[in-house]
């Protein structure tokens, strides 16, 4: 008989200030995940802490107000996967706190605010706006990571990290490479969607908006169109604008090439497609709750255009 190895799964909690429809909020700074996302009051839960102990230390150390352990309420459990790791989250809720809630950490946080559930700021970390949602919803569990990242025991890491803000700093001379992509969305709903490209090698995963250099003869928006499909497998592709979206500048991987590539804004109404690339598979999001993506130079520009972009599709 097989022994069996018990798998281990670490466990962190959040915490929601509730004032009627209103929740607190605070943007993640310098911490190297998820900077610029918005989230709630959490943290990991410390050895020999119950999941209550944790959660009270964690609003006095991050928010500055102090909650009565039987005032906390558990609203929702989360079983996530993110970077290759496993982790439960458990959202407790409270309508009852003394002080005021603030910034007390200000190396990792900031801009506080007390948001409507219903409108969450732009962007949330992907995974607290699922958990949201689903309590919402009054659902008490959810899982994320999992089948949109096709992971399971032993799947490659996401890689994120490696690239910082000197990838976009043009300080040697080396060629230029015209290249060109597409951030391709459909409606779901009441929601947006996003396509990414996910490329799974020994390296790890790798999730980005599809791109890729121009051909011998190609303009940009027909190059843009060919890379598309061949990394996403979607070919029914309206232009909703006649120019870039935006234009992107930076590195290519070992820094040996310059490249500068536009990004024309896609509509489609395909909900699946094969790329005719196997390295790729194709992955929807909403569009205010990314996963990381790989180039950080994308992951800020849509976080800073997703207004612009509702506003084209007229949503």
Do not use: C
Request: proline share 7%.
């Amino acid at each position: 008989m097989t022994a069996r190895t018990r798998f281990l799964s670490s466990s962190t909690v959040f915490v929601i200030l509730r004032d009627g429809d209103r929740i607190f909020t605070l943007r993640r700074h310098s911490t190297g995940w998820m900077d610029g996302h918005f989230s709630l009051p959490a943290g990991g839960v410390e050895d020999s802490e119950t999941l209550v102990q944790a959660a009270v230390r964690e609003v006095r150390e991050e928010i500055g107000v102090a909650v009565d352990p039987s005032q906390l309420r558990l609203v929702h459990v989360l079983h996530a996967r993110t970077h290759g790791e496993t982790w439960t989250g458990h959202f407790f809720e409270t309508t009852r706190w003394q002080g005021t809630p603030t910034v007390r950490e200000p190396q990792k946080h900031d801009q506080p605010s007390w948001v409507s559930v219903d409108d969450l700021p732009r962007p949330t970390v992907p995974y607290v706006h699922e958990a949201l949602g689903a309590i919402r919803d009054g659902r008490t569990y959810s899982e994320y990571g999992w089948s949109d990242w096709n992971q399971g025991p032993g799947a490659p890491a996401s890689r994120t990290g490696i690239v910082d803000h000197s990838w976009y700093v043009r300080t040697t001379d080396v060629p230029l490479r015209q290249a060109a992509g597409g951030i391709v969305v459909r409606r779901d709903g009441g929601r947006v969607l996003l396509a990414l490209t996910i490329e799974e090698d020994d390296g790890g995963t790798v999730v980005a908006l599809p791109k890729g250099g121009l051909e011998p003869g190609e303009d940009a928006v027909t190059a843009a169109r060919r890379e598309v499909f061949e990394e996403t497998g979607l070919s029914e592709l309206r232009l909703v604008l006649n120019e870039p979206l935006h234009v992107e500048a930076r590195y290519g991987l070992g820094k040996g090439v310059w490249i500068k590539y536009p990004l024309f804004l896609f509509e489609t109404i395909q909900t699946t497609g094969v790329p005719t690339d196997p390295r790729h598979r194709l992955a929807w999001f909403p569009l205010n709750a990314l996963p990381p993506l790989f180039w950080p130079g994308e992951a800020n520009m849509l976080a800073r255009l997703d207004d612009r972009i509702m506003a084209l599709l007229e949503v």
